[in-house]
Nanobody
């Protein structure tokens, strides 16, 4: 089992910045990628950014150049960060941390609300 703890989120004005963190613990040695997804009201969950074990990153077109995903690791946990700059109202959503343990097994965090509004 893998446990995910999401930290961050909240209310920010358009053009502002916000950071999210996700701490993965447990059977993390089996994982090969982590990332962030988001779901806005009435919409499907969508990929925001992912980072693979080798460090390769992938971003949704809508956040390229504004969001940055990074990772740190020690023996007990992996922490994935999402730095969000130049936020727009359309970035408003519940953001979910994702841990891919294999091609058929993945874990999700509980979600954290990000609201971009003046």
């Amino acid at each position: 089992q893998v446990q995910l703890e999401e930290i961050g989120g909240g209310l920010v004005q358009p053009g502002g910045s916000l950071g999210l963190s996700c701490v993965a613990s447990g059977r993390i040695f089996s994982g090969y990628a982590m990332g962030w997804y988001r779901q806005a009201p009435g919409k499907q969950r969508e990929l925001v950014a992912t980072i693979a074990n080798g460090g390769n990153t992938n971003y949704a077109d809508s956040v390229k150049g504004r969001f940055t995903i990074s990772r740190s690791r020690d023996n007990a946990k992996i922490t994935v960060y999402l730095q969000m700059n130049s936020l727009k109202p359309e970035d408003t959503a519940v953001y979910y941390c994702n841990f891919k343990a294999s091609s058929v097994a993945e874990y999700w965090g509980q979600g954290t609300q990000v609201t971009v509004s003046s």
